[in-house]
């Protein structure tokens, strides 16, 4: 697919959903899904930790491709919802251990 957009920075956002877990974990490595060929224009990633009760529109975001961040559709999901970045970094060129 193409992304046109009008603006000098683009902000991609793509909800993933986790496991269900009945304990704590630590999250000890990230893979960005960045294409080869597109890697070059990704100057840094942020992950966002989503917590609340928005299951409906956190499942329409699940099932899609992604969307740019800061359209209607999103900023409640991200300023209710998703506040707390997690990982703020460049792409990893495969996976990335955390310390």
Not at 7 to 29: A, G
Not at 41 to 65: D, I, N, P, W
Request: glycine share 8%; charged share 15%; hydrophobic share 30%.
């Amino acid at each position: 697919g193409t992304i046109s957009v009008m603006e000098d920075n683009l902000y991609w956002c793509k909800i993933f959903r986790l496991p269900s877990m009945k304990r704590k974990h630590h999250v000890v490595r990230y893979e960005g899904l960045v294409s080869p060929n597109l890697r070059k224009y990704v100057s840094y990633m942020l992950v966002y930790e989503c917590q609340g009760s928005a299951g409906a529109e956190f499942e329409t975001h699940v099932r899609g491709k992604g969307h740019v961040c800061y359209q209607p559709s999103m900023l409640p999901i991200l300023s209710n919802y998703c506040n707390n970045i997690v990982i703020r970094g460049p792409p990893a060129p495969s996976s990335c251990c955390l310390p």
